[in-house]
């Protein structure tokens, strides 16, 4: 069963536009933050007690469950550092959520997330998205920015596009 996932930094919107996807294409919704946080505890205090080693081997294991269980699913914004995520991903509609730096720091203002904890904030986001957006574009089937406009827009287009991605995958199988 392949899954239609989203990922992209911290603040893009995976979330509230995958539950929204999710809805509008009548099917389930999974997200490894909130996954791990229900089964875990909240994941400033995991950072804290545990570290971001610990943090990411649960949530590695909140991928793979998400991954298994189809329908939209939302990676947290680090996910696609582990390798086996990113090969993981091979098999799956990958969407890239983006957002404008000077848009996203109204979002992540008065964060409680453990890699935005400087001075900073904003300056420490664009650090994190600048290491991580040469993985995330190498992962995406297609990219989406969240940055202006309507949120009902972002998710029309993301259901549209993974519509029309699962009629050509069930067109490909039937010529085989």
């Given at each position: 069963?392949?899954?239609?996932v989203l990922i992209g930094p911290m603040g893009a919107g995976k979330t509230s536009i995958g539950r929204k996807v999710a809805k509008s294409l009548g099917v389930s919704f999974f997200d490894t933050?909130?996954?791990v946080e229900r089964a875990h505890g909240p994941i400033e205090e995991l950072f804290a007690t545990q570290g971001e080693a610990d943090f990411r081997r649960l949530e590695r294991a909140a991928v793979e469950e998400g991954l298994a269980t189809g329908g939209v699913v939302s990676l947290g914004g680090g996910a696609v550092l582990d390798a086996d995520t990113r090969a993981d991903l091979a098999r799956h509609r990958v969407v890239l959520l983006t957002v404008d730096p000077h848009v996203v720091a109204g979002r992540i203002r008065g964060t409680d997330r453990p890699?935005?904890?400087a001075e900073d904030a904003a300056a420490r986001w664009l650090?994190?998205?600048?290491?991580?957006?040469?993985l995330y574009e190498e992962l995406?089937?297609?990219t989406?920015?969240?940055?202006?406009?309507?949120l009902q827009n972002v998710v029309d287009a993301v259901a549209a596009w993974a519509r029309s991605t699962e009629e050509d995958q069930m067109s490909?199988?039937?010529?085989k």
């Open positions: 069963m392949t899954a239609l933050d909130i996954a890699l935005l904890q650090e994190i998205y600048t290491a991580r957006r040469p995406a089937d297609v989406f920015d969240t940055s202006s406009g309507p490909e199988r039937e010529t």
